[in-house]
């Protein structure tokens, strides 16, 4: 799943997604106050846009220069507080406690020796802010040729890197109550949900 993947799967159609923000962030971080909020993987921007018009002044990183390309040209009036950024953060980590939300929508982290991509997302957290990061329930699920949902973090691996200067506010399974996205690979039912704060 490198840049090339994902520009391909973009070019493949008009619009890969139906530019809605993911229904998880929104309910979450409505009741947030709004500062530097870090979207890995942002896709077309939808999320990012979101926050934005919400009061948040926005990092949204993805490895894809089309669908960075597509989410500026959709931001509007909100352009001012997004800073969009082809990056990828398996590789790339993020400043250090810079962020009051670090927001990972459905992000294919993949499991690295010695977890360095994954510390340095949480390293993003600033003491008081918030990590959500959300992923759909693949139990049950096979794997198929290229993705193995084994090869990547869940929500419940990464809550197990969790010291006690975090408190974990949400960890659980929900019903969606919006259809999959167009440009999901798998019809799936419910998400699983992350959220932490960081105390210090």
Same mark, same amino acid.
């Given at each position: 799943?490198?840049?090339?993947y994902?520009?391909?799967?973009?070019?493949?159609?008009?619009?890969?997604?139906?530019?809605?923000?993911?229904?998880?962030?929104?309910a979450?971080?409505?009741?947030?106050?709004?500062?530097?909020?870090?979207?890995?993987?942002?896709?077309?921007?939808?999320?990012?846009?979101?926050?934005?018009?919400?009061?948040?002044?926005?990092?949204?990183?993805?490895?894809?220069?089309t669908a960075?390309? %597509? @989410?500026?040209?959709? !931001?509007?009036?909100?352009? $001012?507080?997004?800073?969009?950024?082809?990056a &990828? /953060?398996?590789?790339? =980590?993020?400043?250090?406690?810079?962020?009051?939300?670090?927001?990972?929508?459905?992000?294919?982290?993949?499991?690295?020796?010695?977890?360095?991509?994954? %510390? @340095?997302?949480l390293? !993003?957290?600033a003491?008081g $802010?918030?990590?959500?990061f959300?992923?759909? &329930? /693949?139990?049950?699920? =096979?794997?198929?040729p290229?993705?193995?949902?084994?090869?990547?973090?869940?929500?419940?691996?990464?809550?197990?890197f969790?010291?006690d200067a975090?408190?974990?506010q949400?960890?659980e399974t929900r019903?969606?109550?919006?259809?999959?996205?167009?440009g999901a690979?798998?019809?799936?039912?419910?998400?699983?949900?992350?959220?932490?704060?960081?105390?210090r």
């Amino acid at each position: 799943m490198d840049a090339q993947y994902w520009d391909e799967r973009y070019r493949s159609r008009d619009r890969l997604y139906d530019g809605e923000p993911n229904e998880v962030l929104v309910a979450e971080a409505a009741g947030l106050q709004p500062g530097q909020a870090l979207d890995v993987g942002c896709g077309e921007g939808a999320d990012a846009i979101w926050l934005a018009r919400h009061g948040w002044q926005v990092t949204a990183v993805d490895i894809s220069r089309t669908a960075l390309e %597509r @989410a500026a040209a959709a !931001a509007g009036d909100v352009a $001012g507080r997004i800073a969009w950024a082809r990056a &990828d /953060l398996t590789a790339t =980590p993020p400043p250090v406690a810079a962020f009051d939300l670090v927001s990972v929508q459905f992000f294919p982290l993949p499991r690295r020796p010695g977890h360095t991509a994954l %510390r @340095a997302l949480l390293s !993003a957290v600033a003491p008081g $802010g918030t990590l959500l990061f959300v992923s759909h &329930d /693949l139990s049950g699920l =096979p794997a198929r040729p290229g993705f193995d949902p084994a090869d990547y973090y869940a929500p419940a691996d990464i809550a197990g890197f969790l010291d006690d200067a975090w408190t974990v506010q949400a960890d659980e399974t929900r019903p969606r109550t919006s259809p999959t996205p167009a440009g999901a690979h798998h019809s799936h039912t419910h998400d699983i949900v992350l959220k932490a704060q960081r105390l210090r």
